[in-house]
């Protein structure tokens, strides 16, 4: 499941690390303070939207949060989902020209999947544009924003 374009559109211009970064941070926490979600963890990385591990790249949120006890874990992914799709810029389904697995929202071309995470919570990922032209081969991979998405 890596809902990418596999490459930048020639047509767009290129995204800074700070501009892919937020691209999906923004929208993790927008989710976060539309639906209260308790959050409890959450991690930000650069993926390559090829096979070489050149550039582009696109940012990636995954968090996973609480589902109350006793809840009905799609029934609570389509309410996230509806919530959002109620909000300015965002629509269910996945972006245009993208096809992942589960329960999808966007806003612009940012994918949003969400399902099953382990001990009965769900978990969500956002998937940036293939945009950002800086090679982060050498990036430390995952780093932990739980407190900057779980406090808005």
């Known amino acids: 499941m890596f809902p990418s374009r596999h490459r930048a559109s020639p047509d ?5 690390d700070e501009q892919a970064r ?9 989710i976060v303070k539309a639906t ?28 996973t949060f609480d589902i109350p006890e006793g809840t009905d874990r799609n029934a609570f992914f389509r309410q996230i989902s509806s919530t959002m799709s109620k909000q300015p810029g965002w629509a269910s389904g996945a972006a245009p020209g993208m096809q992942p ?3 999808n929202l966007h806003k612009g071309n940012i994918t949003i999947t969400m399902g099953p995470a382990p ?19 050498n990036d430390s991979g995952w780093h932990d924003i739980t407190d900057e998405i779980a406090g808005g």
């Open 12 to 16: 767009v211009a290129p995204l800074s």
């Open 22 to 30: 937020a691209q999906v941070v923004d929208p993790a926490k927008e």
């Open 36 to 63: 209260g979600l308790h959050v409890t963890y959450a991690t930000f990385a650069w993926e390559w939207c090829n096979d070489q591990g050149d550039p582009p790249y696109h940012g990636r949120v995954d968090m």
């Open 101 to 103: 697995h589960g329960e």
């Open 119 to 137: 001990s009965n919570g769900g978990s969500i990922e956002l998937f940036g544009e293939c945009r950002n032209m800086n090679d982060h081969r």
